[in-house]
């Protein structure tokens, strides 16, 4: 199945399926506990659209665990940035309809929390077909590392999801059922 046929499957799967349950934040602190993640990196999160999973949950209580957290503002090239946030700051809503932040503080997440419209067992995602986290994940991996971690449902699994050179495996998938390995 094609990647654009796929996508559409899914996506129409998760509209139909959405429910309001996310993601444990015991279950996201696990890792970077896990991994040795102190206090004071930045976590890179997203405003959830078109039914994905929530993450502004995690982002209030790591925000009130003295993590620093940003959300990422999309340019018209296919490109994105993180930029700093907290909860007591505004969003504007960008050219795409995603809120995003106000304040233009350019920061490099240590974390990435990723959305998908599908994943398989071997780490790797469906998106939206922009391109846009795999362009970044590729590009802040040229000066830093960067932990990945997919936010999806479980019934977002599918066998294989077709990759290409550019495609960018993740880290960690986690679902509100747990983590895939």
């Given at each position: 199945?094609?990647?654009?046929?796929?996508?559409?499957?899914?996506?129409?799967?998760?509209?139909?399926?959405?429910?309001?349950?996310?993601?444990?934040?015991?279950?996201?602190?696990?890792?970077?506990?896990?991994?040795?993640?102190?206090?004071?990196?930045?976590i890179g999160g997203y405003y959830p659209i078109n039914?994905?999973?929530?993450?502004?949950?995690?982002?209030?209580?790591?925000?009130?665990?003295?993590?620093?957290?940003?959300?990422?503002?999309?340019?018209?090239?296919?490109?994105?940035?993180?930029y700093e946030w907290s909860f007591q700051n505004s969003?504007?809503?960008?050219?795409?309809?995603?809120?995003?932040?106000?304040?233009?503080?350019?920061?490099?997440?240590?974390?990435?929390?990723?959305?998908?419209?599908?994943?398989?067992?071997?780490?790797?995602?469906?998106?939206?077909?922009?391109?846009?986290?795999?362009?970044?994940?590729?590009?802040?991996?040229?000066?830093?590392?960067?932990?990945?971690?997919?936010?999806?449902?479980?019934?977002?699994?599918?066998?294989?999801?077709?990759?290409?050179?550019?495609?960018?495996?993740?880290?960690?998938?986690?679902t509100n059922k747990g983590i895939i390995k």
């Open positions: 199945m094609s990647k654009e046929k796929l996508r559409k499957k899914l996506i129409n799967l998760r509209k139909a399926n959405f429910n309001d349950q996310g993601i444990s934040f015991i279950q996201f602190k696990s890792i970077l506990k896990k991994l040795n993640f102190k206090k004071n990196i930045n039914s994905e999973i929530g993450c502004l949950d995690i982002l209030e209580k790591l925000e009130k665990n003295n993590f620093k957290i940003s959300l990422p503002i999309t340019k018209k090239n296919h490109d994105m940035d993180f969003l504007k809503i960008s050219y795409q309809g995603i809120p995003e932040p106000n304040i233009k503080k350019k920061v490099f997440p240590d974390v990435l929390i990723v959305p998908l419209v599908g994943f398989d067992n071997n780490k790797f995602r469906l998106g939206y077909g922009g391109g846009f986290y795999d362009r970044y994940i590729s590009k802040l991996s040229n000066f830093k590392k960067v932990l990945t971690v997919g936010f999806a449902f479980p019934f977002q699994e599918v066998k294989n999801i077709p990759i290409n050179k550019y495609d960018k495996k993740l880290d960690f998938i986690l």
